[in-house]
């Protein structure tokens, strides 16, 4: 008895795991079956397998053929494993011998004419296959700039089934159509992490005026802090946002792998290449809970706050979302991922972001100087910023308010040219060094993820009087002090001095309720 092999990896959320597929050509009347818990999509390779396969001159067995796909107890989904269960059936033929492919991952979606089509996913795929010690891949030609990123990994590309017959040393007779690769595609994704660099989402000196803003959000990027703004229509809140990860701190080697295996999967990296700018995500008011959470029938598929992942999350018009979906912000919020519970599972995606949110007064926008022009009654006010409960606020750090612009000033009107994001990034990235060095034994790496213990602990007495009054007279819940304490830190680390004292700790209170 001859049982073909191969292996492929199937992915809950960026969770991958090894598949091990089997095939077994056996006597009986012709029938073609995939067991393993496979979806509908998956159960539909079937008619894909068989065609692809006599595209290559192979004669398929008027027998009986089954394809076990291992642990039978994981659920098995999408068109992926098509090449794999193909090249299973011809390994159990003697195609291909049987044994060629044991110690290789062979992914990728079949057509019927034999061609194979690129996959969504490959970077966790091959960061899997690299921490098993598998060595080799077989992936479809369109994932070959996805798969120069991994090193360690042999990795040979093929634009149809014949050309993996031919790779494992059996006969095949095809033709490949002639389709020319569109222009731009998948450009970028073959550099080196890093060099990548996407189209510029402008600089903090486009932004005209709004100084205590541009700082805000200057000490919300070097600390990791959330940020909600609240001013007029036309106040510059937007564009601050959209800039914001031009004062972040470049992204690591690791964390540009984390986000680019996100977008893998979510099949945009060719879109975006790999490199070290922050991602933003700008979702739109209307948006669903699981557009922002992820959702999706069987397994759940990323959201905006996976997306956002070591990014920015910018929820413009914060109050018209809907409270579920601003609830469901909680959670990750606190614990840096979300775990999303379906039918066929309970699926964890990463989702370490920043929160950067921007809202009007009132309705209409109009309620901000002496609010003549403002036509909302007290009750709509009131109803309007309810949305923003006081969970979802207290787990905001900075509160800022962006009052409208009175007078443009030209450059040649002030001493010194307006600051560059640059510039900015620069200070970002020193006080972030600080941070690092001083949390490196707790593995922290910025004052939004330290404990309020160690906080309390390494700060005076006298630098937390302000605290303990603001906690006296309820300016503050104990969340709100801890966060507080965080911001005092950062405002430390941008001065370079080595603990906050009374005057830090009072901005970061100011910084928290001003609102």
Not at 359 to 379: F, I, L
Request: aromatic share 6%; hydrophobic share 40%.
């Amino acid at each position: 008895m001859v049982i073909g092999n191969a292996l492929s990896v199937g992915l809950i959320g960026l969770k991958a795991f090894t598949v091990s597929i089997q095939a077994f050509v056996s006597p009986g009347l012709p029938y073609f079956s995939i067991i393993g818990l496979p979806d509908a999509s998956l159960s539909e390779a079937r008619e894909r397998v068989k065609s692809a396969c006599q595209a290559t001159g192979f004669h398929w067995p008027e027998t009986r053929v089954t394809v076990n796909m291992s642990p039978a107890s994981m659920p098995k989904r999408g068109s992926s494993h098509d090449l794999a269960i193909a090249a299973s059936v011809l390994s159990a033929a003697g195609a291909i011998p049987h044994d060629c492919l044991i110690e290789t991952i062979t992914m990728g979606e079949v057509n019927l004419d034999g061609t194979v089509l690129p996959i969504n996913g490959v970077l966790p795929i091959l960061l899997h296959a690299r921490e098993r010690g598998i060595r080799r891949a077989i992936l479809p030609a369109g994932n070959m700039d996805e798969a120069d990123l991994i090193s360690g990994v042999e990795v040979s590309c093929v634009r149809h089934v014949g050309e993996l017959v031919e790779l494992m040393g059996g006969m095949a007779r095809y033709s490949l159509p002639d389709v020319e690769r569109p222009a731009g595609e998948c450009e970028g994704a073959g550099a080196e992490p890093g060099a990548f660099t996407p189209p510029p989402s402008g600089d903090m000196c486009d932004v005209v005026g709004q100084p205590y803003a541009k700082w805000a959000l200057e000490v919300a990027a070097a600390g990791g802090h959330h940020v909600i703004m609240v001013g007029p229509p036309g106040s510059g809140k937007t564009m601050l946002a959209s800039r914001m990860p031009s004062i972040m701190c470049p992204l690591g080697v690791p964390e540009q792998l984390e986000v680019a295996s996100i977008r893998s999967l979510c099949g945009t990296l060719p879109a975006y290449g790999i490199c070290d700018v922050p991602p933003f995500e700008a979702p739109h008011h209307t948006s669903s809970t699981a557009a922002l959470a992820g959702g999706g029938s069987g397994l759940a598929a990323p959201g905006a706050i996976t997306r956002a992942h070591r990014g920015v999350l910018f929820m413009d018009e914060a109050p018209e979302f809907s409270s579920r979906a601003l609830q469901t912000l909680r959670e990750p919020l606190e614990s840096g991922y979300v775990a999303l519970s379906r039918a066929k599972g309970t699926t964890y995606y990463p989702a370490a972001f920043q929160l950067v949110m921007a809202a009007n007064a009132c309705p209409c926008g109009m309620s901000y100087g002496t609010g003549e022009r403002c036509t909302c009654t007290p009750q709509e006010r009131r109803r309007y910023f309810a949305r923003l409960s006081g969970p979802i606020l207290d787990r905001v750090d900075i509160q800022v308010e962006v009052p409208p612009v009175s007078r443009i000033i030209l450059d040649e009107e002030v001493d010194e040219p307006r600051e560059t994001s640059a510039e900015i990034r620069a200070r970002v990235i020193e006080a972030r060094s600080r941070a690092a060095e001083r949390y490196e034994q707790y593995g922290w790496v910025c004052n939004a993820q330290a404990s309020g213990r160690w906080m309390r602990d390494h700060m005076s007495r006298y630098a937390l009087d302000p605290i303990n009054r603001a906690l006296e007279s309820q300016r503050l819940s104990l969340r709100g002090a801890d966060r507080a304490m965080r911001l005092a830190w950062t405002l430390a680390d941008l001065k370079g001095i080595p603990s906050p004292g009374r005057e830090e700790t009072s901005q970061g209170i100011a910084l928290r309720t001003r609102l």
